[in-house]
């Protein structure tokens, strides 16, 4: 089941392509006609994460909802509704976590901000875009 704050998100916006495609929130995808205008107004679906591209070894309870262009690490809900990243083929090891959506949201927009110039270039071609390995917000 689809966590309440993702259905408020959702509510406002289908997904989101941010500082580039750098980190993507899925959304519902109405058609899959590959045209480029077409593409370039249609989320990755949140059902092509959840049933057809499903990292391996993921508990059943979990939804995918994301990921980051740099190395395809998958965001999801962990059972608490708490944020989790996993590498993008198998559900462990949990690479970070938040506490919220929200806390994921607003820390990722600031951190990928500072990552780019006023212009929308990315300063350090180099750099991951993918936030430091590590839990650093409790246990998953």
């Known amino acids: 089941k ?6 408020d998100f959702y509510a406002r916006a289908n997904g989101c392509s941010l500082f580039g495609g750098a980190l993507t929130i899925d959304g519902l995808r109405f058609d899959y006609d590959r045209s480029l205008a077409d593409t370039a107004r249609q989320p990755v679906s949140i059902r092509t994460a959840n ?14 909802f994301g990921w980051y262009k740099y190395d395809g690490s998958c965001l999801l809900f962990g ?20 506490n919220s959506f929200p806390e994921m949201l607003v820390s990722e927009v600031k951190r990928l901000a500072a ?3 006023d212009a929308g270039r990315k300063i350090d071609k180099d750099a991951p875009t993918i936030p430091p390995l590590a839990i650093t917000r409790g246990t998953a």
């Not at 689809?2 to 259905?7: N, Y």
């Not at 049933?51 to 995918?64: E, N």
């Not at 059972?79 to 976590?97: F, G, H, K």
């Open 79 to 98: 059972r608490d509704e708490a944020v989790l990243m996993c590498p993008p083929s198998v559900a462990q090891p949990i690479l970070y976590r938040w």
């Open 51 to 64: 049933m057809k591209v499903r990292p391996k070894c993921a508990d059943i309870s979990s939804i995918f």
């Open 2 to 7: 689809l966590p309440a704050v993702m259905r």
């Open 115 to 117: 990552m780019f110039d």
